[in-house]
């Protein structure tokens, strides 16, 4: 006859199993709901990269990499292969170098900046090229792990793009444009991996419109238009709802994770005593309520309203009675939501700016403040123009000056 703590671990031991065969389910068939979109944009193949060479002349040994680093990604169709090659060439400069290139109001002498346009040419190239690749995989394994190692090499080479748009592309609006919509493009494709990585994503949008709003004057015609277009791309929309999935996925995995480790070590010596397999249940089902919370976010993000956002907000005020781990994740979220929308007005005032710049006050109406449906307010400035939103940041309405003379 089994004795009362043996029937304590066999009942615990059973309910890891039916925990692991439910996450196993929640895996093999679950699906994302059909997300409702806001009103399809117009969608214009992205531009052609291949631009005529810089006024700087190249030394042939910085003209012998950029031959080698095309014919090596001359094949490769996964932009994530085309980045961790920019990514390799980065880490050969020096620290000096790096140090130049995180801040694109740097000057430097002109020597010192013709021959830090050339090293950091085939960096840009391969982010233009890995920018207007279909398809970014960088890795099936979505972990916390394999997010980090393509966001932290991401981050650090991100301000290589406006440096270069500032410095080697200052007499070549058309490729400095490129440069500004390879970072934009960067910032999407690491985007949906993570929420850090969707936040990392609107620091390179703020990086470039930052630019943009100085050097408005710069950027006339097709590539007005083609930053227009690269600021207003429908995967804005798609890519901080792809994250809150990525991050109910990761932890789903991390339920899963502890059931095997529950699992296996039932099957060895020293088994865990009940105490540590019941932690082990509540931190499961901790981990599954909070999949299940994300994924909630996520819905509600996709149908944009604001009784399913509500709907989320009471569902996690409950779940904070019972599982601890929910008032970290909910501040999280909370700031992420306000982050997406923040940068959203962003996008839509340089947007409107660009082309009120080129087609007048009409370009007010065909280009609205997102957060009203109605025009931005205009008012002059002795250097340009401001654009105010109705949207409230921090109790005041975002406003945006552009620097046009």
């Excluded at 709907?311 to 994740?329: F, I, M, S």
Aim: negative net charge; aromatic residues 6%; glycine residues 4%.
């Amino acid at each position: 006859m089994n004795t009362p703590s043996e029937k304590t671990w066999a009942y615990l031991l059973g309910t890891l199993v039916v925990c692991l065969l439910m996450v196993l389910g929640r895996f093999a068939f679950h699906q994302s709901p059909i997300p409702v979109q806001p009103p399809p944009k117009v969608e214009t193949p992205k531009p052609s990269t291949q631009r005529e060479p810089p006024a700087i002349e190249p030394s042939a040994e910085s003209t012998n990499n950029a031959i080698a680093t095309e014919t090596d990604s001359s094949t490769v169709t996964n932009a994530a292969d085309l980045y961790r090659q920019a990514f390799a060439l980065y880490d050969a400069l020096t620290d000096d170098e790096k140090g130049i290139l995180q801040y694109w109001g740097t000057n430097v002498d002109a020597s010192v900046e013709a021959a830090l346009c050339e090293k950091i040419r085939p960096i840009c190239d391969l982010m233009h090229r890995a920018g207007a690749a279909n398809n970014c995989v960088w890795t099936e394994d979505i972990s916390l792990q394999t997010v980090l190692r393509a966001r932290l090499p991401a981050l650090t080479i991100s301000p290589t793009a406006i440096w270069s748009a500032a410095h080697c592309r200052s007499r070549d609006p058309a490729g400095a444009t490129d440069d500004l919509i390879g970072l934009l493009e960067l910032g999407l494709d690491i985007a949906p991996s993570a929420m850090t990585s969707s936040f990392d994503d609107i620091r390179f949008q703020h990086n470039v419109t930052s630019y943009i709003q100085e050097n408005l004057g710069l950027f006339h015609g097709g590539d007005a238009q083609r930053l227009i277009i690269a600021l207003q791309d429908s995967a804005y929309d798609d890519a901080p709802i792809r994250a809150l999935r990525a991050e109910a996925e990761m932890e789903d995995r991390q339920a899963s994770e502890l059931i095997i480790k529950s699992a296996n070590e039932a099957n060895v010596d020293g088994e865990p005593g009940a105490s540590v397999l019941a932690d082990r249940s509540v931190n499961i089902t901790q981990h599954q309520q909070l999949s299940d919370l994300q994924q909630e976010l996520a819905d509600a993000l996709a149908s944009q309203s604001d009784d399913s956002y509500e709907a989320w907000q009471q569902h996690a005020t409950e779940l904070q009675k019972t599982n601890p781990l929910v008032l970290g994740v909910v501040r999280n979220d909370e700031s992420f939501m306000d982050s997406v929308q923040e940068a959203e007005i962003n996008r839509a005032l340089v947007a409107a700016g660009l082309a009120l710049a080129q087609e007048g006050a009409g370009a007010l109406q065909t280009h609205p403040d997102p957060s009203s449906g109605q025009p931005f307010l205009y008012t002059e400035t002795p250097v340009g123009f401001q654009l105010q939103s109705t949207y409230q940041l921090n109790g005041k309405p975002m406003t945006m000056q552009f620097k046009s003379r």
